[in-house]
């Protein structure tokens, strides 16, 4: 969310491009335009498979990661091994 970002209008969206961890919508109030409200409403939390999956202390899924976050950490911890 960017308020007043770009000469003074606003954008925003709901992506989960980097992983989600719960559902989310925005609707905007007031102001001028053709502003519609942006959701993901699921809890593809319920959905997430095994490898993506953040889990809290209590060992259920918090979160569910993107697949470029999973394989950039994989990636990640190669590097540290092979430095």
């Not at 959701?39 to 997430?48: K, L, T």
């Amino acid at each position: 969310l960017h308020v007043e970002a770009h000469g003074g209008q606003d954008y925003y969206d709901i992506s989960n491009v980097n992983g989600f961890n719960v559902p989310m919508s925005i609707a905007p109030q007031g102001g001028t335009g053709d502003c519609k409200p942006s959701s993901c409403p699921a809890n593809i939390n319920d959905v997430c498979p095994p490898e993506l999956q953040m889990k809290g202390l209590d060992g259920k899924v918090v979160a569910c990661k993107s697949a470029c976050v999973a394989m950039m950490n994989i990636v990640y911890r190669r590097i540290q091994l092979a430095g």
